[in-house]
């Protein structure tokens, strides 16, 4: 079992950036492929980006590619989503998961461990 801790929420201005990091708790870390999900108030957990174990290969949501970037550091256990040019829709909690499917996946059942999330507000 691995334990995943997000941090690097907030408030953020329209246009502005936020870096997102997902902290795991075990050494496997790279054994894993680590997606981004997020949830806004009164909708449906949504895919936003993951990234491979394996060769770090990614994978993103339509709404956010071109803005959002995501990376792993393995010896540091930790990944990131670099999150830019936010908009009002990017409002949500995110939260970070962890998978071991071969091939990366949007669906949010395929993802084993789940963070606590963080809150993402983008208001003027």
């Known amino acids: 079992q691995v334990q995943l801790v997000e941090s690097g929420g907030g408030l953020v201005q329209p246009g502005g950036s936020l870096r997102l990091s997902c902290a795991a708790s075990?050494?496997?870390?790279?054994?894993?492929?680590i997606g981004w999900f997020r949830q806004a108030s009164g909708k449906e957990r949504e895919f936003v980006a993951a990234?491979?174990?394996?060769?770090?290969?990614?994978r993103y949501a339509d709404s956010v590619k071109g803005r959002f970037t995501i990376s792993r550091n393995d010896p540091e256990r930790t990944a990131y989503l670099q999150m830019n040019s936010l908009n009002a829709d990017d409002t949500a909690v995110y939260y970070c998961?962890?998978?071991?499917?071969?091939?990366?996946?949007?669906?949010?059942?395929?993802?084993?461990?789940w963070g606590q999330g963080t809150q993402v507000t983008v208001s003027s």
């Open positions: 998961a962890a998978s071991t499917t071969i091939l990366l996946t949007t669906t949010p059942s395929r993802y084993a461990y």
């Open positions: 075990k050494s496997t870390f790279h054994g894993y492929n």
């Open positions: 990234i491979r174990r394996t060769d770090s290969s990614t």
